[in-house]
């Protein structure tokens, strides 16, 4: 990454609190692999322990084969937390953060399969694995976790009000920032 | 994508009306693309506009070399609609729509070009490429857009209550669904 240059580098963060924490914040992500030349992007449920990155989605057959063949892929979970009007159209933007998390994922087995698959529902409904009915022998094998190591993760984060142009702070234009939340119920 | 074995093939939806609703019901949307082997998912704002889906990000240089490059990417807008809380941990999941769109981005440029940026605010923010101010020719060339066909364009839906396992229904568990929703303001 440290090649790349950014139109916004001053939004890019690397510690790992600042991206747990966004990675903790929503369950759900968007994987993306590559099958002959073409990227995939596809929604699933993931949910963070410790170091690695658990992921469970709904496998279809192009992502399996993919996540277990030793190919790199890329995870990314963003929260939008608000629209940006400024007094240009130009200077419009969304509040928002975003985690990225590159890897090759490991197929996970036995009880860390369990113990994965436990992370992901509790991320999505806590204290549902406690409540609801255990996952049989033959569950477990029609689902598929993947883990992948949160050694190459990166952060970008938009916050606070719109960033004039010289010049625009005299226009008579209502600016400011709409939150956004998510809404549970 | 007929050669795909999917888990969920009910869930599959190919008419572009459903299509459409997905793309136009929110603004962000995840970027997919390859540098390397490597891929890439990279959170952006989308508009569509008739047959053609316009892309505008904050645009690093990677994404920019590789759009431009005739390379394929991926384009995939998701709304999480609810938590699905079933008697089995096996059995939770989530009710969503996704699109996923394939192609070849397309640079814009001139008039198609101000008209797509007026597709993006709107769709961000209603109402606003009226109220603000209008871009200059600079602020036109430094900013980037894109545009891909939907030619190559699949939707996903799961929608309803939770999915039993024969036996669980007598389970002491509560189930059912929490609706979730983005709310502005």
């Known amino acids: 990454m440290a090649t790349q240059v ?24 968007h994987l993306g692999f590559v099958v002959d030349d073409q990227p995939y992007v596809i929604p699933t449920l ?5 170091d ?20 790199p892929v890329c995870v990314t979970v963003t929260h939008l937390d608000g629209i940006v009007l ?7 933007s969304v509040n928002y953060r975003s985690a990225v998390v590159l890897g090759t994922p490991r197929k996970v087995e036995g009880e860390e399969k369990v113990r994965a698959l436990e992370a992901i529902v509790e991320h999505i409904a806590p204290g549902r694995w406690a409540e609801a009915r255990q996952p049989s022998e033959k569950e477990l094998r029609t689902t598929e976790v ?3 190591a949160l050694d190459e993760a990166s952060a970008k984060i938009r916050t606070g009000p719109p960033i004039e142009s010289p010049g625009d702070a005299e226009l ?12 549970r119920g």
């Open 46 to 50: 993931h949910a963070r322990v410790g």
């Open 172 to 183: 008579d234009v209502e600016s400011g920032v709409i939150p956004i939340r998510l809404v």
């Open 6 to 29: 950014k139109r916004h580098p001053e939004r890019g963060r690397y510690d790992r609190e600042t991206i747990d924490a966004i990675l903790d914040d929503g369950f759900l992500c």
């Open 86 to 92: 400024a007094k240009s159209v130009f200077n419009h």
């Open 52 to 71: 690695v990155l658990y992921l469970h989605g709904s496998p279809a057959s192009r992502m399996l084969q993919t996540l277990g063949s030793g190919a």
């Open 146 to 148: 993947v883990a992948i």
